[in-house]
């Protein structure tokens, strides 16, 4: 197989760089949800080594996001020479965010913070030298992306139209199942409680199963009130999906509660958990307190 061959086949490298204040960080967490491994603020130089790594520990499939910024002085010469000579093995895409003067001293004095290049002089004087330093990068990027009109939820949705794959770009949700006795998930983005409805624990026969069994299952959705729940919840948190995604925002954590975690939670979990794969997301449901009494 010869090197573009093996470039084809290895998963791809998307090297971000560009003006401080223009967004770099924004498009490397962007990258980062959609499956990429990101290293930021890398000396080119150690671009070949840091895919070497990659590769060997997670594969060539791996997708792969370096930030290079301004810090690196002098090294954006072997930058270019690594990406023209294809000495990584991977088709790289070069990316340059860029914004007017105007906006990205306005962001800088926002965030508070000094430009790199500044020294004792102006924040503009350092930027003036920066789009010196980056002016040849600019003019060999495979993508420029003007963030002057752009706030974060608009410029991830340009790097996943960019970058993005069917899969990646879905939201991932999990369902998860849980006893309030063992104490809230602290990091639900919702918090259903099933104890309005009876327990199937003070059902002698259905006591030993969990909500996973088909017997416990029908039970708890026999239950007044529990389709009426699932027919109004559920739209909801499909509300709430699509918004997620509008907002660039890839995943939702939805958490349903019973006294113990283990029947009620559990079936309701399961059943919140396939209508919402219906509508197309990926779901994954998890039992935290399953099994634990």
């Known amino acids: 197989m010869d090197p573009d061959q093996d470039a084809a086949a290895a998963g791809p490298l998307v090297v971000i760089t560009g003006m401080t204040g223009a967004g770099r960080s924004t498009a490397a967490k962007e990258l980062e949800d959609l499956g990429y491994y990101v290293v930021d603020n890398l ?31 002098s090294f954006f010469g ?4 690594n990406l023209a000579q ?3 093995g991977r088709r790289a895409t070069l990316v340059f965010l860029d914004a007017t003067d105007e906006i990205l001293v306005r962001r800088q004095e926002a ?4 430009h790199p290049l500044q020294g004792g002089g102006r924040l503009l004087d350092g930027l003036q030298r920066e789009r010196a330093v980056l002016a040849d990068l600019r003019g060999a990027a495979d993508l ?3 963030t002057s009109g752009l706030n974060v939820h608009q410029l991830t949705d340009r790097i996943a139209e960019a970058f993005g794959t069917a899969d990646t770009t879905k939201l991932r949700v999990t369902v998860l199942s849980f006893g309030f006795k063992y104490g809230i998930p602290v990091d639900a983005d919702f918090i259903a409680d099933m104890r309005f409805l009876p327990n199937p624990h003070w059902v002698p026969e259905l006591r030993p199963g969990n909500g996973r069994d088909a017997d416990v299952a029908a039970y708890v959705r026999s239950r007044a009130g529990a389709e009426e729940f699932l027919d109004g919840y559920v739209p909801v948190l499909e509300g709430v999906a699509a918004g997620y995604l509008r907002e660039g925002k890839r995943f939702m954590r ?3 509660g019973c006294t113990g975690g283990k029947h009620r939670s559990v079936a309701m979990a399961e059943e919140i958990g396939r209508r919402i794969a219906e509508s197309g997301h990926i779901v994954r449901t998890v039992h935290r307190d399953l099994g634990r009494e």
């Not at 130089?45 to 910024?69: F, K, Y």
């Not at 072997?78 to 020479?81: F, G, R, T, V």
């Open 111 to 114: 965030a508070r913070r000094p």
């Open 86 to 88: 294809r000495a990584t």
């Open 43 to 73: 000396p080119p130089s150690l671009l070949r080594d840091v895919v070497r790594l990659v590769d060997e520990n997670r594969g060539t499939g791996q997708p792969i996001a370096v930030v290079v910024d301004v810090r690196s002085g």
């Open 144 to 146: 420029v992306i003007d």
């Open 254 to 256: 939805v958490a349903v």
């Open 78 to 81: 072997s930058l270019q020479a």
